[in-house]
């Protein structure tokens, strides 16, 4: 990976090959810990300026919440130690990582050990793959389910919950494939491995509703984007071959960005990928992150 100087830890500055912690810090044990990935991009104007940092720390806090840790900073703390760490690594462009997580000290499930925040950020191309974002992935619905939203929390970030989702990644990629699609465990369409979905045909949009899924920050600035275009977007239940017949399929996620899907389970999706409606949004999706829609200027922090 392509490494920064510094690394924000409990609230002083860091360099990156010192940000180190005991291996018996109880979050590499338990999984209990929430994150964010939150991307800065450089605008037309030279300056640098993090998308929807405040909608992203805010779900840090909820996370947490729901997860019943206490973050030992306050909400505007951590928004600026993000900015500062952008700042620090004099980064122009870069994904930013906050991370929550139980220290050291006592073992078992009943610890209360001290929670701890790090942040760091480095430079991180398209997620899967220049060539993806461009013409599409081939992805495969897994054979691993989604969790149900009563096994683990679906509306925290929990560091935990990506083994779910690393399973059906890694099954994806060694069958070839670069993404997988995940059902829930009613055998209705939640999302990707790391992204949400969205399907169109006949000129309306369509995207899971919020039982099994990460609410993500993309996908409601997607559904935002496009009702300013007059494309109505329908939060409702899908099945695996809905996408099947579907003119278009993209995958949404600060990651991934907006990727379009050109395959699914071996079927072709749509007559071209990306289709018209995926390409418009991509443009405008760059151009908002990028500082030139006027409108969502309050989505921009400055660094
Ligand atoms: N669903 C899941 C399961 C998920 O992990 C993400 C983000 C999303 C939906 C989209 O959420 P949002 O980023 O707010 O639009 N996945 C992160 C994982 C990256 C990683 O592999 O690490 C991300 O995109 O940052």
Not at 148 to 157: D, I, R, V, Y
Not at 207 to 215: A, D, Q, V
């Amino acid at each position: 990976m392509d490494k920064s100087n510094w690394i924000w830890l409990d609230g002083k500055f860091v360099p990156w090959g010192e940000a180190n912690v005991h291996v018996l810090t109880h979050t590499l044990h338990y999984g209990l810990g929430v994150f964010e990935g939150i991307r800065c991009y450089r605008c037309d104007d030279g300056r640098s300026a993090i998308f929807r940092l405040r909608e992203h720390n805010r779900r840090l806090y909820e996370s947490a919440h729901i997860l019943g840790l206490t973050i030992p900073f306050g909400e505007q703390e951590l928004d600026e130690a993000c900015v500062e760490t952008v700042r620090r690594n004099e980064l122009e462009e870069c994904y930013i990582r906050p991370l929550v997580f139980l220290g050291d000290g006592e073992m078992g499930l009943a610890a209360d050990n001290a929670v701890r925040v790090a942040i760091a950020a480095w430079r991180w191309g398209a997620y899967l793959g220049e060539d993806g974002q461009a013409k599409g992935i081939r992805a495969k619905t897994s054979s691993f389910h989604r969790f149900h939203s009563n096994t683990l929390m679906s509306k925290a970030k929990t560091v935990g919950n990506y083994v779910n989702s690393i399973l059906a990644s890694h099954e994806a990629r060694t069958g070839g494939y670069q993404e997988a699609l995940m059902l829930d465990t009613q055998g209705f369409v939640a999302e990707g491995s790391g992204e949400n979905i969205f399907i169109a045909r006949d000129g309306l949009v369509r995207t899971p509703g919020g039982h099994s899924i990460l609410p993500g920050i993309t996908r409601d600035t997607v559904i935002k984007l496009l009702g300013e275009e007059g494309i109505e977007v329908r939060e409702e239940r899908m099945t695996r071959d809905e996408i099947y017949i579907a003119d278009e399929t993209f995958m949404t996620g600060t990651a991934v960005e907006i990727t379009p899907v050109r395959e699914l389970d071996g079927r072709s999706i749509g007559k071209e990928t990306p289709g018209p409606i995926t390409r418009n949004l991509q443009k405008a999706f760059f151009e908002l992150v990028r500082g030139r829609n006027e409108r969502h200027r309050n989505w921009l922090t400055f660094v």
